[in-house]
Structure formats: structure tokens, C-alpha cells
């Protein structure tokens, strides 16, 4: 039967929290499967916030979801998800319910716009500050890109360096792929 897969597993623990009507965010918007996945999830009462710094990846987004979801509130922002707790209106924090992430860089798209460690710590640290408790926060993280693997270090730091009583952090990976397999990284706010 094999294993769940990286995305399914980062799936399954948004599934067991994120509830209709509630708001969740896609950091990294790219292609919009996680976007959809999000808007499914929060039905027409909820809404989604989906950042990301390339155009071409939020008109694919937004061609996906008109196509999927026509009916779901999906705000689009083209702006770094850096800027998140600015972006995010005031009455969801502290209320939102999962916040994923996919870093890299966008597959068919431009290979040199790549998520950086910068970035991505300053995203994930609003992203642990606006959620609710028992939200998530996925993240996917790939190394085999150049900056893969420093920016996987960072995050992995980040997440190991979460203090215990407020949040729980795990990851989920296959450790016998080759050519540096994706991994998720979740946290879980207490
Ligand atoms: C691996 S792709 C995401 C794939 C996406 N989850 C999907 O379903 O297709 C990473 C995305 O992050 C975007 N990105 C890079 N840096 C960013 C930043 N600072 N803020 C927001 N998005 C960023 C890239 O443009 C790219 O589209």
C-alpha cells in the first residue's frame, strides 16, 4: 500500500483541523493545488489568503481556482509572504486555522525565484503568531536546489527551536530516497 506521500501527509493534518467557515493561508501560492486544497476545506463561509511574489503563479492560481472553487473566497496577494502579519486583516489573528508553506521554486515557471531563509523565517514566524490554538502550519521543504540546503537547515532550526509549552513541531520524512527527497515539517500551536 506504500506510505502517505509528502503533500498527502501535509493534507491529512490540515484535513483533522481546518473547519468550514474558518481562514487559512497559502504562503507560497505557485500553481494553487494548496490554494484549492485550503478553499475546500473552509467551504463558502470561510476564506483564503495565497501570497506570492510571482505574477505568472497567480494567474495560474487564480485560473485554477475559478476553475475548481468558483464559488470559495480566495483573496490572491502579490506580495511576500515576509509581509504576512501586514497582510492579513487584523480580526484573523490568532484565528487562523493552517498556514502552509511549499518552498523552492515553482516547477515550469521561473527557476531562479526560490524561497530564501530570510524570508521564509520572518513568513513563519507571523505564521506561528496569527494561528489559533490547535492550528497548523505545514511546511514542504526541499533541498536539492541551489540554497536548497541551507534554507532546509533554517527551517529545520526554526521549527527545533519552538518553545515546547506552546507549540508542538515534527517532521515526516523518507530517509532511504535518493536526490534529497522533500520532507514536511509541521507545527502544531498549543
Ligand atoms: C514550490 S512553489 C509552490 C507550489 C505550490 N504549492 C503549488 O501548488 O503549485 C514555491 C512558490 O513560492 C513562491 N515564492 C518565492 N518566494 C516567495 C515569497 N517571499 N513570498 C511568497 N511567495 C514566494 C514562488 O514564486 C513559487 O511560486
Known amino acids: 500500500m506504500g506510505f502517505v506521500s509528502i503533500l ?9 483541523r481546518l473547519k468550514p467557515g474558518e481562514a487559512a493561508i497559502d504562503a507560497t501560492a505557485g ?12 467551504g463558502a463561509e470561510g476564506c483564503v489568503y495565497a501570497f506570492d511574489i510571482q505574477e505568472s503563479a497567480l494567474a495560474s492560481t487564480a485560473a485554477r481556482c475559478a ?3 468558483p464559488d470559495r473566497q480566495v483573496e490572491l496577494l502579490h506580495r511576500s509572504h515576509a509581509e504576512m502579519a501586514a497582510a492579513i486583516p487584523e480580526h484573523w489573528h490568532g484565528r487562523i486555522a493552517a498556514v502552509t508553506f511549499n518552498l523552492g521554486y515553482l516547477p ?21 503568531k496569527l494561528l489559533r490554538r490547535g492550528g497548523v502550519i505545514t511546511i514542504v521543504v526541499y533541498s536539492g536546489h541551489p540554497g536548497g540546503e541551507t534554507e532546509a537547515a533554517a527551517v529545520d532550526r526554526w521549527a527545533a527551536g519552538l518553545p515546547q509549552d506552546g507549540y508542538q513541531a515534527m517532521t515526516y ?7 534529497h527527497p522533500p520532507y514536511v515539517i509541521a507545527v502544531e500551536k498549543r
Open 67 to 69: 476553475r475548481e472553487v
Open 173 to 179: 520524512r523518507f530517509v532511504n530516497q535518493r536526490n
Open 8 to 16: 498527502g501527509f501535509a493534507h491529512q493534518l490540515i484535513e483533522a
Open 31 to 42: 500553481n494553487g493545488v494548496d490554494t484549492v486544497f485550503l478553499a475546500r476545506q473552509v
Open 108 to 128: 515550469g515557471h521561473d527557476h531562479s525565484t526560490i524561497t530564501l531563509p530570510d524570508s521564509t523565517l520572518q513568513a513563519l514566524d507571523s505564521a506561528a
